[in-house]
T-cell receptor, first 114, second 114 residues
């Protein structure tokens, strides 16, 4: 089955700096890669996703890049703000048109300091 | 703004008692997932359903856990008998499945087994 590794486990950046979180996956059939943000005591919420037919996707201050050859994808947050502080999870799945079984990374705790 | 709902939000029980958690997926979603989240194990997939039929419950301890979908608007996860190691946050998520791979999470049930 799929295995997703995520690094780093914790990340501290100053407000205004950029943050990068990296994930690798093992199943070359995986074609859908979402990123979830989970604030303390809250549900995981989808913030951005990318499919294997594109290499990069951007939404305001967040972007995701995908390297299918190397089987890794990354989340980039620019101009970080205190409200970006949360745990971020990457995930991967070989979606085939039936139910997609997401495999999650272990999470990155991002702390944005003033 | 349609959302997945879960009840109860919090549950404290004693070891050996039965626990039932309920989930109402977003109307029209045909896939439902149950996850368990702990600090040590992260987000683990316990079971998932498509069109109310179980597709995979390999992540679930079969001797004490059971998952069902009595109808399209209700999914249940039961633990009998409960044990202290079951203490965790249990999330339900739903998705469109065949047409879309994104999963939307409910607020979770925080379970504490004493």
């Amino acid at each position: 089955g799929e295995n997703v590794e995520q690094h780093p486990s914790t990340l501290s950046v100053q407000e205004g700096d950029s943050a990068v979180i990296k994930c690798t996956y093992s199943d070359s059939a995986s074609n859908y890669f979402p990123w979830y943000k989970q604030e303390l005591g809250k549900r995981p919420q989808l913030i951005i996703d990318i499919r294997s037919n594109v290499g990069e996707k951007k939404d305001q201050r967040i972007a995701v890049t995908l390297n299918k050859t190397a089987k890794h994808f990354s989340l980039h947050i620019t101009e970080t703000q205190p409200e970006d502080s949360a745990v971020y999870f990457c995930a991967a799945t070989p979606f085939t048109g039936t139910a997609s079984k997401l495999t999650f990374g272990t999470g990155t705790r991002l702390q944005v300091t003033l | 703004d349609a959302r997945v709902t879960q009840t109860p939000r919090h549950k404290v029980t004693e070891m050996g008692q039965e626990v039932t958690m309920r989930c109402q997926p977003i109307l029209g979603h045909n896939t439902v997932f149950w996850y368990r989240q702990t600090m040590m194990q992260g987000l683990e997939l316990l079971a998932y359903f498509r069109n109310r039929a179980p597709l995979d419950d390999s992540g679930m301890p079969k001797d004490r856990f059971s998952a069902e979908m009595p109808d399209a608007t209700l999914a249940t996860l039961k633990i009998q008998p409960s044990e202290p190691r079951d203490s965790a946050v249990y999330f339900c998520a739903s998705g469109l499945g065949v047409t879309q791979e994104t999963q939307y999470f409910g607020p979770g049930t925080r379970l504490l087994v004493l």
